[in-house]
């Protein structure tokens, strides 16, 4: 007789959290429990009460207006301990030490974390001064060009979530979007745009332009930036078009596109 054991789960909850979890994580945006549980084939009332207990650790969040649950920052933890882990960053490393040379300045690697962004990989241009994105260092991701590259590649009702009012802004140099209406407004120019930028948002006296690294679904996984003085005459469009090739490859190594 064939052995079945290995297609049946021996924890069937753990096995429909662990599917529902990748399910949201596949969408271009939050998803009603209904088309949860007929697009899975798991019982409505079984996605209810996992959905419930997800929120309470953070893993989902509900939109009560639109009836619908989208990822929570606890999945965004779980993209950090992946960074931590390394591979992202050796796949990396490499790509980003390309784009340095490329432009002739300082570039790094970051992935979200909740609301901040996590520093994973720095490529330092000869004879430029330390950053502060150092390896391991988190900062607000709504000042940085790695984050509001990642913010505007998410669902807005993702962003909503992450930033529902103005407690949610922390500030570093006075500038900034320091309400939900200011971020909306500048991401919705990251989007136009096809690239973020900061200007002394993070340190006075430097810039930096990012562009996300997306995987097949269109999901940010990381960002690509690189820091220069304000006085220099470099154009962001320009630095812009020589980080996508890096953040596209990335993109393909890591499993996307």
């Known amino acids: 007789m064939p052995d079945n054991t290995a297609r049946t789960p021996q ?15 596949r969408q271009r945006g939050p998803v009603a429990a209904r088309t949860l549980a007929d697009g899975l084939g798991i019982p409505r009332s079984s996605v209810y009460h996992l959905l419930a207990t997800l929120e309470e650790h953070g893993f989902v969040v509900h939109l009560p207006a639109e009836r619908r649950w989208g ?4 999945a965004f933890e779980l993209a950090g301990g992946f960074a931590r882990q390394q591979p992202l960053a050796r796949l ?8 340095a040379d490329r432009t002739g300045e300082s570039a790094h690697l970051a992935v979200m974390t909740g ?12 004879r430029r001064p330390a950053l502060v994105s150092d390896v391991g260092v988190r900062l607000p991701a709504h000042l940085t060009a790695t984050g509001r590259a990642m913010l505007a590649a998410l669902p807005r ?22 309400r939900p209406g200011e971020l909306r407004e500048l991401l919705r120019r990251v989007r136009a745009d096809g690239y973020a930028t900061e200007d002394g948002e ?13 995987d097949h679904t269109g999901w940010p996984i ?6 220069y003085p304000e006085e220099s005459t470099v154009d962001a469009a ?11 490859e990335l993109g393909r190594r890591i499993g996307g596109r």
């Open 11 to 25: 924890v069937p909850a753990a096995d429909q959290t662990l599917r529902i979890l990748s399910h949201l994580a």
């Open 71 to 74: 990822l929570g920052t606890a």
């Open 92 to 99: 990396g490393r490499s790509l980003v030490a390309t784009v």
């Open 115 to 126: 609301r901040d962004v996590l520093y994973i990989v720095e490529e330092r241009a000869p």
């Open 157 to 178: 009702e993702q962003v909503r979530a992450l930033y529902p009012d103005a407690a949610s802004f922390a500030d570093r140099t006075g500038r900034g979007p320091a």
């Open 202 to 214: 993070v340190t006075l006296g430097l810039r930096s332009v990012g562009v996300a690294v997306c």
């Open 222 to 227: 990381a960002a690509i930036a690189v820091t």
């Open 238 to 248: 320009t630095v812009a078009a020589a980080i996508t090739p890096s953040a596209a």
